[in-house]
């Protein structure tokens, strides 16, 4: 018996492979399918199987935007999810020249959403990289043609933190 085990040991030690974790969690059948969702919304399959946006018309050097964390409602933290979608071009410009205007740079633009969730005393932690704890970050939100000043409660390493009332476009400038 002895003999068997370590016959079975020496086996196995020497036809043993290397098992790698894929780089996404979607399984391979499912990839012309989310392909075909990432594109109706105008998305990488990365950015999209990820929440994030990374790349858009038109502008250099946008750092990766994406939901960093559990959405808080009513001062608690929640499991609902931020959505971060990409915008027009038309949002991108208009983005710019906010940035401009309160002579800062544009780090990010996106669209956000929560579908089905209350945002009562909501805040969005979102992922940007580049984002230095300390660094003077400023939310707008568009309001009818306006930008509107947010609320932002914290910036940390590649985190800004920031109020979420609703659904819109929001834009982070530095």
């Given at each position: 018996?002895?003999?068997?085990?370590?016959?079975?040991?020496?086996?196995?030690?020497?036809?043993?492979?290397?098992?790698?974790?894929?780089?996404?969690?979607?399984?391979?059948?499912?990839?012309?399918?989310?392909?075909?969702?990432?594109?109706?919304?105008?998305?990488?399959?990365?950015?999209?199987?990820?929440?994030?946006?990374?790349?858009?018309?038109?502008?250099?050097?946008?750092?990766?935007?994406?939901?960093?964390?559990?959405?808080?409602?009513?001062?608690?933290?929640?499991n609902a999810t931020c959505v971060v979608?990409?915008?027009?071009?038309?949002?991108?410009?208009?983005?710019?020249?906010?940035?401009?205007?309160?002579?800062?740079?544009?780090?990010?633009?996106?669209?956000?959403?929560?579908?089905?969730?209350?945002?009562?005393?909501?805040?969005?932690?979102l992922t940007v990289e580049g984002v230095?704890?300390?660094?003077?970050?400023?939310?707008?939100?568009?309001?009818?043609?306006?930008?509107?000043?947010?609320?932002?409660?914290?910036?940390?390493?590649?985190?800004?933190?920031?109020?979420?009332?609703?659904h819109g476009i929001y834009t982070l400038?530095?």
């Amino acid at each position: 018996m002895k003999k068997f085990f370590a016959l079975s040991l020496a086996l196995a030690l020497t036809f043993s492979t290397t098992v790698c974790a894929a780089e996404t969690v979607v399984p391979s059948k499912d990839f012309t399918r989310i392909d075909t969702l990432s594109t109706g919304v105008e998305k990488a399959v990365t950015e999209y199987t990820s929440n994030a946006v990374a790349e858009m018309d038109g502008v250099r050097d946008l750092p990766v935007i994406a939901s960093a964390s559990n959405l808080f409602t009513e001062g608690k933290e929640t499991n609902a999810t931020c959505v971060v979608d990409k915008v027009d071009v038309t949002a991108i410009r208009y983005a710019q020249n906010k940035a401009a205007s309160v002579g800062g740079t544009m780090l990010a633009v996106a669209e956000l959403s929560a579908p089905g969730v209350n945002l009562v005393d909501a805040q969005v932690a979102l992922t940007v990289e580049g984002v230095n704890a300390g660094d003077a970050v400023s939310v707008f939100k568009c309001v009818k043609g306006e930008w509107v000043a947010v609320d932002v409660v914290a910036v940390a390493e590649n985190t800004v933190t920031f109020k979420f009332d609703s659904h819109g476009i929001y834009t982070l400038i530095k």
